[in-house]
C-alpha cells in the first residue's frame, strides 16, 4: 500500500490529491473555468462531521474530520475557518505508517471561496507543512516559498473544495467546474450531479443526490478512480458518504456523526506521539 494513495483517498477521497498527484497541471488559462455564481450558504460554526474510512478488507483504516471552526473576520474578510483531519488508525496505522494530514482553509463567506490555506502534514516522523494566499480578485496565489502563481476564476484548495460543492447548484445534469491548487500546481476537475438516491450510514439514512468527479487535462476527461460522493438533498447538503475504486481495493468514507455545537478541540500533529 502506498501511503501517499492512501491518504489521497482518506482526503476523500474527497479532496482529490492521490489522484492529483498521477496527472499533469493543467493550464492557468483565465477562460477555462466557469464561475460557481450566489452560492448558497448551508454552513454552521461548529458543525463536526466525522467518518470512517475503510479499504480492501479493512473494517476502518482511517478517520477522516470535516469542521467548521469558527466565523469571523479573518485579515478584514468575513470568512469562516474550516478544516479536514485524516489519520490512519488500527492496523493500518501500526501496519503501515501512522499519518496525520491536517489542512485549514479560510473561505470568505460571502461567495465561499478560499483566500487563505495551510497543510500541516505527518507521516511516520516526517512532517512538513505549506501555505498559500489566495487572491480571487487579481487571480494569483502567493506561495509560501515567495513566489506567485496566475490562477483561474473560482481556485480551491482542497480543504475548500468540498465546502464549495455543497454550495453548488446541484440540480441533475448540472455539470460545474473548478481549479484545485496543491503543491503549487493547478488542476482543473469537473463535478456532475447524476441521480438522486437514497443512502444508509452509520449515522441514518438520507435522500442524496449522486455527484460524479472528472478530471480534465486538455483531452478526455479521466475518471477520478470511479469516484462519488453523496450530498444531503436538504439546506444542510451534508456529505454522507463518498465511494472510490483504486486498483488496490474499494474505498468508502462514511458519515458516521454529526455535531451542530460548539466546536471541539482540534487534533495537532505536534501533539501526537
Known amino acids: 500500500m502506498h501511503k501517499r494513495t492512501f491518504l489521497g483517498l482518506i482526503l476523500v477521497t474527497l479532496y482529490f490529491p492521490a489522484s492529483l498527484s498521477q496527472t499533469r497541471p493543467v493550464s492557468s488559462d483565465r477562460s477555462a473555468v466557469v464561475s460557481v455564481s450566489a452560492p448558497r450558504n448551508p454552513f454552521v460554526a461548529g458543525e463536526r462531521l466525522s467518518y470512517d474510512v475503510s479499504w480492501a478488507d479493512f473494517i476502518v483504516a482511517g478517520e477522516l474530520t470535516i469542521q467548521t471552526d469558527d466565523r469571523r473576520s479573518f485579515d478584514g474578510v468575513d470568512g469562516y475557518h474550516v478544516t479536514a483531519q485524516a489519520r490512519t488508525v488500527g492496523l ?12 485549514d482553509s479560510y473561505i470568505n463567506a460571502a461567495t465561499l471561496q478560499p483566500f487563505r490555506a495551510e497543510k500541516r502534514m505527518r507521516h511516520g516522523k516526517k512532517q512538513a507543512q505549506s501555505s498559500v494566499i489566495i487572491d480571487q480578485e487579481h487571480r494569483t496565489a502567493r506561495l509560501a516559498g515567495g513566489g506567485t502563481l496566475e490562477i483561474p476564476a473560482d481556485t480551491y484548495d482542497l480543504a475548500g473544495l468540498l465546502f464549495a460543492i455543497r454550495g453548488m447548484d446541484l440540480t441533475v445534469g448540472k455539470v460545474r467546474t473548478v481549479t484545485v491548487i496543491e503543491d503549487e500546481k493547478l488542476y482543473t476537475i469537473k463535478v456532475q450531479p447524476e441521480t438522486r438516491e437514497r443512502v444508509t450510514t452509520r449515522a441514518g439514512s438520507y435522500d442524496t443526490v449522486k455527484i460524479a468527479t472528472s478530471m480534465v487535462k486538455g483531452r478526455e476527461n479521466d475518471k477520478l478512480y470511479n469516484l462519488r460522493m453523496y450530498i444531503t438533498n436538504d439546506a444542510r447538503r ?36
Not at 95 to 100: C, E, F, G, H
Not at 245 to 265: I, M
Open 92 to 103: 493500518v496505522s501500526g501496519l503501515a505508517l501512522k499519518v496525520l494530514d491536517v489542512y
Open 238 to 273: 451534508l456529505p454522507v458518504l463518498i465511494t472510490a475504486e483504486p486498483s488496490w481495493g474499494s474505498v468508502r468514507v462514511e458519515l458516521t456523526s454529526v455535531t451542530p455545537s460548539q466546536p471541539q478541540k482540534r487534533i495537532d500533529s505536534k501533539n501526537q506521539d
